[in-house]
């Protein structure tokens, strides 16, 4: 297939990655922007539920810094939670708000409804209902389809990061400082592997959950980003800061996530024997923070011996809630629960990433040309915990600030020389990706998950290993398909987690080891 040249690569089509998009073409840059999806709403945001941080009544950007830090355990950097607290709120209001015209939810008089949601000392939360993300995106999005200097490649996804010392022929590009000039990508429908060369590449491609038995996110957030930049040298921290999320639906058909924002407008959590137990953990019981929340139903589920917890909302009017919560009502309800009169049976879930690749304020990479944003990147905005309706606000910072930073480089770079991608024909047995995925998820589960010990966190170390080492034999020998790239990255992310949670014997946050 042909190569292709652009200023500045996108990959992933998620808020931060359409955003930076939309920043960058806005200053007359050649954007490419890549999914692997068949459409461009892919990745974390269209699940979102809650909503978005903002600025509320008698609210300030100390405030919200202050809460952001307590959420964190002040395990977070300053001048990053200085940054999302007084710029958030200006992007909002310019972007979302002026220029995308997304529906948030507004009253009689045409002004913004704020509600609360768990650590947030001020109801700054604004929303679309219960789909907040999905509508977001949807007029992000379509702004991106109206701008000519975008094009987008669907079915696309991203092999490796494109850098002088991995891809060069010039042997002697390895002693440079480590720069990347784009990426090569395989085309999902008949897997073919194509080069983008690139002033600039900027990583949006979103969170890991899927590297556990047990996560809100779908099936494309395998650490994708997280595995090329490490592979290409990146520096990456905080991987270990893995948040679960404190109420996702236990169901057959898997977890769905059951919003933040029930607990801020009153829901209650109860245990089998409809004892509420949260009052035991935390002064502010179902508002606590999520790891404290999480960890409160782990114990719980494990002194009474059962198999989830419930969460209670049905004290509200029932057309309330059904206006309220529209997509969760009806999810819920098409699979035999009534939220209007029932309890929901939730449980702790994987959700999001912490820490990613390091960027510096401007979501800059410690590689040349390459940026890093969203979930996939650690700004340090975020510590050991993150505050809710931060993930959003984040994705819109710097993804505009990565944009707007990229944009602006007029150097200009000599491409060097690439190797031929080698293509093999062996094709792969199946069953060995599913039940190696079978073994990341379930390693990462009860080994590296909301509760750990030094002991367990070995125990996956050696079977992560060994399993990495058989996943890039037949990743060598294969013919590529998105599958195989998709288990050897997440493999990747599952070992560096487990490295990053080895490293660190302090138990603060979404880490907590068990002495």
């Given amino acids: 297939m042909n190569d292709i040249n652009t200023d500045i690569l996108v990959i992933g089509s998620g808020l931060s990655g359409a955003i930076a998009a939309l920043s960058a073409a806005e200053e007359g840059k050649k954007i490419v922007l890549i999914t692997k999806e068949l459409e461009v709403l892919g990745g974390n945001t269209i699940w979102a539920q809650g909503g978005i941080a903002f600025k509320g009544n008698q609210d300030s ?285 939730v449980v702790p879930a994987a959700h999001y990433s912490c820490g990613g690749v390091s960027v510096n304020l401007n979501g800059e990479t410690s590689i040349k040309r390459l940026y890093a944003i969203g979930e996939v990147a650690c700004t340090g905005v975020h510590g050991s915990n993150r505050l809710a309706s931060t993930s959003l606000l984040e994705c819109l910072v710097w993804g505009h600030i990565s944009g707007k930073n990229a944009a602006s480089d007029t150097t200009v770079y000599n491409t060097p020389q690439t190797k031929n991608w080698e293509e093999e024909n062996t094709q792969i047995d199946p069953a060995l990706v599913n039940q190696d995925w079978l073994t990341i998820k379930n390693t990462m589960w009860n080994y590296v998950g909301l509760v750990r010990t030094r002991e367990r966190l070995h125990r996956a170390q050696d079977i992560l290993r060994n399993l990495q080492y058989d996943v890039e034999k037949y990743y060598q020998t294969s013919k590529l398909t998105p599958e195989i790239v998709g288990v050897r990255n997440g493999v990747q992310v599952a070992v560096a987690i487990t490295s990053s949670a080895l490293e660190d014997r302090i138990s603060k946050g979404c880490h907590y080891i068990e002495s």
């Fill in 61 to 345: 950007s100390l405030k919200f810094e202050k809460d952001i830090f307590e959420a964190g355990n002040n395990n977070n950097y300053g001048p990053a939670v200085k940054q999302i607290s007084e710029l958030g709120p200006k992007l909002i209001e310019k972007i979302l708000v002026n220029q995308c015209q997304v529906p948030f939810e507004r009253d009689k008089d045409n002004k913004l409804i704020y509600t609360s949601e768990a650590a947030h000392s001020a109801k700054r939360i604004i929303h679309c209902k219960d789909q907040t993300g999905l509508q977001i995106h949807n007029a992000v999005v379509k702004r991106v389809k109206e701008n000519s200097n975008i094009s987008i490649y669907t079915n696309h996804t991203a092999i490796d990061l494109l850098t002088y010392s991995h891809h060069s022929i010039d042997t002697s590009d390895i002693y440079k400082t480590p720069s990347c000039f784009g990426a090569v990508l395989l085309n999902n429908l008949n897997n073919k592997t194509r080069k983008v060369f690139a002033n600039q590449t900027i990583l949006a491609t979103g969170g890991l959950g899927q590297t556990y038995l047990h996560t809100t996110n779908p099936k494309e957030s395998r650490g994708d980003g997280i595995a090329m930049a490490w592979r290409a040298g990146a520096r990456c921290v905080n991987l270990h800061y893995i948040q679960f999320h404190p109420t996702a639906l236990y169901h057959n058909k898997g977890r769905f996530l059951i919003s933040e924002a029930l607990r801020g407008e009153g829901a209650k959590l109860y245990d089998v024997n409809g004892s509420q137990f949260m009052k035991q953990f935390h002064k502010n019981e179902e508002l606590a923070p999520r790891d404290v929340v999480a960890r409160a139903i782990h114990s719980t589920l494990i002194n009474t011996n059962h198999t989830c917890v419930y969460l209670d909302i049905s004290h509200k009017q029932s057309e309330w809630i059904k206006n309220r919560f529209p997509h969760i009502y009806e999810y819920c309800f098409n699979n035999g629960i009534d939220i209007t009169k029932d309890q929901i049976p």
